[in-house]
């Protein structure tokens, strides 16, 4: 009898660790497949996933015998709090444990971005030398705005910080007199997409915030700013930030993650041919180090639940 389920990529060595002590299922590719999922899970006592796994409706029906949930990440949007507290189920993400690999893809992409230099592939192999047409931008001395101010956002602060930014964020959560607005301006949502060079996005997806980076906030920001979303596609409008790239409102963007992911070619449609763009698979938090750090730290809160230590 399996006693865990695990729907996508975990760090082998950590999987290991867990079959030192329980029956472990571990594919990869197994939430793509909710016939056999719900199969598997009818009966396990902790199941363990990242974002593309639905931790809600049908799945956690199946799942009669349900205790833990292990989440490879720190984003719950996927998961239904409210049934699982109801149900007394243990939910454990991984707080903290990919922070240094998101804050790194948004500092290299801010540099990527501003300096230009590193869309000439196409034009080099053709023979041509554009220097004079790819001087691009320092990311010293520009402003990081940060919507949304968590644990996140603050190592972002002080990475921009080191790199010679100025830091502005926006969060109405934290209070203004919490030690974490020491050099940093606290600004509302409108001026700090007015003022920012760089704007790096850091909610949670909430029916708050859905749709928060609309039409309406993209006027508001300077031409030459460039953008950067590490945190949940639902909170932007995908089809407004389009426009501002290809309407020339906007200097350049990346996404990491999508409203629908994984995104598909259908949906991919949407950003061919968008200037200035870099589109990857929701990757921000996924590097080699992170990957061990995240699901070591799961695997271990995983087993101290079935134990009965937590």
């Known amino acids: 009898m399996t006693d865990i389920v695990i729907t996508e990529f975990m760090d082998e060595a950590a999987v290991a660790s867990l079959r030192e002590r329980y029956a472990v299922h571990h594919d990869p590719e197994l939430f793509g497949k909710p016939e056999e999922l719900a199969r598997l899970v009818a009966t396990v006592p902790a199941l363990i996933v990242r974002n593309q796994t639905q931790v809600r409706g049908d799945l956690l029906a199946a799942a009669k015998n349900l205790k833990v949930v292990g989440r490879l990440g720190v984003g719950l949007d996927n998961i239904d709090m409210a049934a699982c507290a109801a149900r007394e189920i243990k939910v454990f993400p991984a707080t903290g444990a990919n922070s240094l690999s998101v804050v790194e893809y948004v500092i290299g992409t801010a540099m990527t971005l501003l300096r230009g230099a590193y869309f000439a592939n196409a034009a080099m192999l053709a023979g041509e030398f554009p ?10 001395g520009k402003r990081m705005g940060l919507v949304g101010f968590g644990a996140i956002a603050r190592d972002v602060a002080r990475h921009a910080q080191a790199l010679g930014m100025s830091v502005a964020a926006y969060d109405p959560y ?15 949502l409108d001026a700090l997409l007015s003022t920012s060079d760089v704007i790096s996005i850091h909610l949670p997806l909430t029916p708050e915030t859905r749709g928060v980076i609309g039409a309406a906030a993209f006027a508001r920001m300077k031409p030459d700013a460039i953008l950067i979303n590490a945190a949940r596609g639902g909170v932007m409008d995908e089809a407004e930030l389009v426009a501002a790239l290809k309407g020339g409102r906007l200097a350049g963007a990346a996404l990491d993650v999508f409203e629908q992911e994984p995104l ?19 990757i921000a938090g996924n590097t080699i180090e992170s990957n061990g750090r995240v699901s070591g730290l799961v695997a271990e809160r995983v087993i101290v639940a079935l134990e009965g230590r937590a």
Do not use: M
């Open 264 to 282: 598909k070619a259908d949906g991919a449609k949407l950003f061919a041919g968008t200037p200035n763009l870099i589109l990857t698979p929701h």
């Open 174 to 188: 934290v209070p203004a007199d919490a030690p974490a607005w020491q050099g940093v301006e606290k600004l509302e």
């Open 131 to 140: 220097k004079t047409k790819l001087i691009g931008r320092e990311i010293a």
